[in-house]
């Protein structure tokens, strides 16, 4: 985790601004940094893979929340509940979902309310 900090810190040398621009998560830079982070929580056991069920679109296999009667990517009605391994991570029995360093200044009363409905597992997409 420190060197990948270290790694960050060194790209923005002293009192200099990086250049603008926009980079995607299919950027390779940015795809590099996501699959350094994924390893990393799966070497500390924060993610892991594990069989679950979801559901996808038999037309373009993207997953869609649980109660979505349509595709958001292709609009396809064709949904259908698949098991299949998928990147997970689970909340800690007992910790808080959302922690006092989680929000800056006053507490908000709806993400607190919103934040009581995460599920213990979540699949990052």
Excluded: F, W
């Amino acid at each position: 985790m420190r060197e990948r900090q270290a790694r960050i810190r060194a790209k923005y040398p002293e009192g200099l601004l990086p250049a603008a621009g926009v980079l995607t998560d299919a950027d390779p830079a940015v795809a590099r940094l996501a699959h350094d982070m994924i390893r990393d929580r799966l070497e500390a056991g924060v993610l892991s893979v594990e069989k679950t069920a979801t559901v996808v679109c038999s037309s373009c296999a993207h997953m869609s929340g649980i109660g979505s009667p349509v595709c958001k990517a292709c609009g396809s009605t064709d949904l259908v509940k698949k098991v299949a391994p998928q990147l997970t991570a689970r909340r800690p029995a007992g910790a808080p979902v959302l922690g006092p360093d989680d929000v800056h200044g006053r507490r908000l009363a709806h993400l607190e309310n919103i934040a009581r409905n995460i599920p213990d597992q979540l699949i990052p997409c």
